[in-house]
Every structure is written in structure tokens, then in C-alpha cells.
């Protein structure tokens, strides 16, 4: 103990050790701790004297931070380590563990939460999308004035939206009719309405991320693109449209084109009405844009509007054909373990599980991101590209599921060990196997080393080999 006045190890050290300790077990804490201090002061008396730099005191810092490793040892054997690593609890630990980085990486599985979360719209399956489109290096869209000449003469919707969106951007200019065409109303304060300026309404994920739901943010002002805009309203959380990216909505202002450059072309939404086919609306578009531009040389696009959240059971048949995929994989690997017990069975059920569950979950969320980020051809491709990438892997999963069940205790559940090969793969009487044991005692596998060979056999063994496993840890 030093004396007063005394100068001491860096107070760092210590109190890394007085940390260390708690892990260390209560029964050898004191010797523990009293070791690694005479050990710190070793090291500190040859510093005063001189005889150790300022880069040896560097060090002493780090062989402070070993006493955790040093403590943790002490706790815990290696051979209980390696024990509870070829246990059960260990793969359901690390898919519980896996789950939550995912949950926290994605916001809580924000992308497979919108799945099952209903829109605030009306109809979601009535809205149609209208553009012209050219080569893949051409714009695609509508003229702005073609916006308001279908909403006004057109008899098979009940409305037409325009809006314009920079790929990858935070804002969207709509029509002011925009919202009410959706049938979206207001979280808090109002949408867009007729002789509307520069107002803005926030996405609800902005309103709470930016103003934490503050109702008084409702009125006041943000600069959007360098520009002031009045805060008149905030939309649901669960409500997008167009792309998953926008967080402001401003009003769109049509005007004459410009006189010179490629054309200007926006978004066009509409809502079909009862007993209205998209065939029926592009003709009908097509003669109403003719009679006032005789020169338009073909009728637009109606197609359905895609950027609505995606059904579920579209992924779920997915997942539903990469684990048909895998079954086929391990039902050709061999025959399949049965017989050992409901704990045995349900642990493969729960593992089988987890194995596909964590690709689907990354699948969709990955999707979630690339969707609100990509636009039209290029969101087709980056949503099939992870669809395919996860057959093989949810296939691997269940596969890699079956073959580490194969070689589990029925009992306890641990990782087989010491294998042992017996037999000949040139002899039909004695075909090659390998014998596995369970370290617990619990009884030993016979495997065959072909697919096509008898099933694997358990056998218990008696109490007594337990004692002799016991005294081998």
C-alpha cells in the first residue's frame, strides 16, 4: 500500500484491475487482485526509477486491459468454453444475437414491418401510373400540361396527380390535389389545398426524427433545396409514396415548358373508377391529349402503380421455395435423423427456423433500402438480384441445419466428438462408419460414411461411462 504522498500507478491501471476483478470468481477474487496490484506496482517502482520510457508505460496500460482476459480464464475453463460452444445454447445465442444487430441495424425491421403495416390509402389497388417512355437513356413522364387536361375531361378517373422527383432525393413537388387523390389525411396539422404556395407537408418518420412529434414544429419554417417553406402538416408513419427516400412534400407549380432543351416531363398518377381497365384509360387519355396536340404520336402507359409497399406473400413464397429447395438438398444427403426424442426434434425445428429466418430478414430489409433508393429499371434489378442470391442461401441453411442435427446428442443436445472410422469402403458386410461420441457419456452415433448406406444408429450407454466422462473433464 502506498503512502501518502506517495506517488501511484496511473489510476488507469487500477481501476481497469478493480474492474477486471467482478469478473473474476468471489472465492479466488482477493488473490486474484492482490497478484495483479503487486504486478502493477512491480512494473510502476521501475518506472519512478527510471529505468522503464514513456513507451513501456504505454504498455503498462495495455497489460492492464489483459486482466480482463486473464479474469475471464479464471471464471470460465477452457473446457467449459469449448463445452458450451458445441452446445445448443450456443447456436440459439448466436441467432438471438444476429437477430438483434439486424433489429438494430434496420430500425427494428423497419422494412419487414411496413409488409403488414396497412397504408393510409384508399384503394391501393384502384391508383395507376401514366408516363411516356423512350429508350433507357431518355427521360420518361408526361408533360406537365397533359396533368391538368386529363384530371379535368377524363370520364374513367376520378382524378389525375403529377409530381416531380429527383432520383435519390429527400423532396418531392406534387399537385396539390396529390393527397386527396391518395385518400391520405393528416397526422397532424393539414395537406395541400387549393391556392397553396410555398408550404411543405414532413413525412412522419421525418416529424419524429427532425422535430421528435413536436406540434408546435406544425407552423413554423425549414429550408428545403435553399429555400424557405411553411410547415402546414405532418403524414402518417406508415404512409409512403413514389419513394421510401422523401421526407418533405412541396407544391408543384405547372407552367409552360421551357422554349429550349430535352423535354420537361413530371410523374403521373390517377385513380380508376368502377368497372375502368387500363386499356380502356390509355385510349381515352390518348384521344383527349390528341384533340389538343394533333401531333402526339402514340398513347401513354397505364400501368399499376408501383410504389405502394410490397404484399408479404410474395416473399413468403419465396422462402417457401428456397426451403422446398434445401428439403430436396438433405433428403438427397442421406436419410433423415428421427426417433431421438421431442427435445431433439423441436431443437431442429427452432434451429431450422432461426437458419432461414435470419437471410429472409436481411433479404427484406436490404430490399427495403435498395427500393427506396432506385428508380424504375434499376429497382426491378436490385430487388430480383437478392430474391435469387437467397435461394441458394436459405437451401445452405436448412442443409447446414440437418447436417449439424445429425451429429448432436440426443440427450444433451452437444456436438458428437472423437470420431472414430471403422469398416472398409471395399467390404459389403463391414461398410465404413464412423463411430461419434457423446463427451457427456450419453451414448455414441454410428454413421455411415455413404449416402445410400442404413440410417444412422444412437446408442445409449450405460451410467457408467458417464463417470469415466466426467473424470476425463
Not at 479466488?28 to 510502476?44: H, P, S
Not at 450456443?90 to 438483434?100: E, H, N, P, R, S
Not at 428439403?327 to 425445428?349: C, D, E, K, M, Q
Not at 432461426?354 to 427484406?364: D, H, N, T, Y
Amino acid at each position: 500500500m502506498a503512502k501518502q504522498g506517495e506517488p501511484r500507478p496511473p489510476l488507469a491501471c487500477r481501476m481497469l484491475i478493480r474492474a477486471a476483478s467482478w469478473i473474476a470468481p468471489a472465492r479466488a477474487r482477493g488473490r486474484w487482485r492482490a497478484r495483479w496490484d503487486a504486478n502493477l506496482w512491480n512494473w510502476w517502482i521501475l518506472f519512478e526509477r527510471g529505468e522503464l520510457t514513456g513507451r513501456d508505460r504505454a504498455e503498462l496500460v495495455r497489460h492492464s486491459w489483459g486482466s480482463f482476459v486473464d479474469a475471464f480464464w479464471l471464471r470460465v475453463s477452457r473446457e467449459q468454453l469449448r463445452h458450451w460452444v458445441r452446445g445448443g445454447g450456443f447456436v440459439l445465442t448466436a441467432a438471438g444475437a444476429a437477430l438483434l444487430a439486424l433489429a438494430a441495424i434496420s430500425g427494428g425491421f423497419r422494412g419487414t414491418r411496413a409488409l403488414f403495416e396497412r397504408l393510409p390509402l384508399e384503394d391501393p389497388g384502384s391508383l395507376v401510373s401514366i408516363k411516356y417512355t423512350g429508350l433507357i437513356d431518355e427521360p420518361y413522364g408526361v408533360p406537365p400540361s397533359f396533368v391538368p387536361l386529363w384530371s379535368a375531361q377524363s370520364k374513367l378517373l376520378s382524378g389525375v396527380a403529377g409530381f416531380v422527383h429527383p432520383s435519390y432525393g429527400p423532396h418531392a413537388a406534387v399537385t396539390l390535389n396529390f393527397f386527396a387523390l391518395l385518400g391520405v389525411r393528416a397526422a397532424a396539422g393539414r395537406l395541400f389545398a387549393p391556392g397553396d404556395g410555398d408550404v411543405a407537408v414532413i413525412g412522419g418518420l421525418e416529424w419524429r426524427r427532425r422535430f421528435g412529434r413536436d406540434p408546435r414544429a406544425i407552423g413554423g419554417t425549414m429550408d428545403v433545396e435553399g429555400r424557405p417553406y411553411k410547415v402546414i402538416g405532418a403524414l402518417p408513419d406508415a404512409f409512403w409514396a413514389i419513394s421510401r427516400s422523401i421526407v418533405v412534400f412541396t407544391p408543384l407549380k405547372i407552367g409552360p415548358p421551357p422554349a429550349a432543351g430535352p423535354p420537361f416531363l413530371i410523374g403521373a398518377l390517377g385513380r380508376l373508377k368502377p368497372g375502368a381497365t387500363p386499356d380502356a384509360v390509355r385510349l381515352e387519355l390518348y384521344e383527349i391529349a390528341r384533340a389538343a396536340f394533333p401531333l402526339l404520336p402514340r398513347p401513354p402507359q397505364v400501368i399499376s402503380f408501383d410504389s405502394v409497399p410490397s404484399s408479404p406473400w410474395g416473399y413468403a413464397l419465396w422462402v417457401l421455395f428456397g426451403v422446398v429447395i434445401g428439403g430436396v438438398v438433405v433428403s438427397r444427403g442421406g436419410p433423415l435423423p428421427t426417433g431421438r426424442g421431442w427435445r431433439y426434434r423441436s431443437f431442429l425445428a427452432l434451429k431450422s427456423i432461426l437458419a432461414v429466418a435470419i437471410p429472409a430478414l436481411l433479404w427484406v430489409e436490404a430490399a427495403a433500402v435498395l427500393g427506396a433508393r432506385t428508380e424504375g429499371s434499376v429497382r426491378l434489378l436490385t430487388g430480383a438480384v437478392p430474391a435469387l442470391a437467397f435461394l441458394p442461401v436459405c437451401a445452405c441453411a436448412i442443409w447446414w441445419s440437418f447436417a449439424d442435427q445429425r451429429r448432436r446428442c440426443s440427450v444433451c443436445l452437444q456436438r458428437l466428438g472423437m470420431p472414430v472410422r471403422m469398416g472398409s469402403w471395399a467390404s459389403v458386410l463391414d461398410p465404413a462408419t464412423t463411430e461419434l461420441v457423446c463427451d457427456s457419456g450419453h451414448g455414441s452415433l454410428c454413421a455411415p460414411e455413404s449416402t445410400e448406406g442404413a440410417p444412422d444408429r444412437w446408442t445409449n450407454l450405460d451410467p457408467s461411462w458417464r463417470e469415466l466422462f466426467s473424470g476425463k473433464k
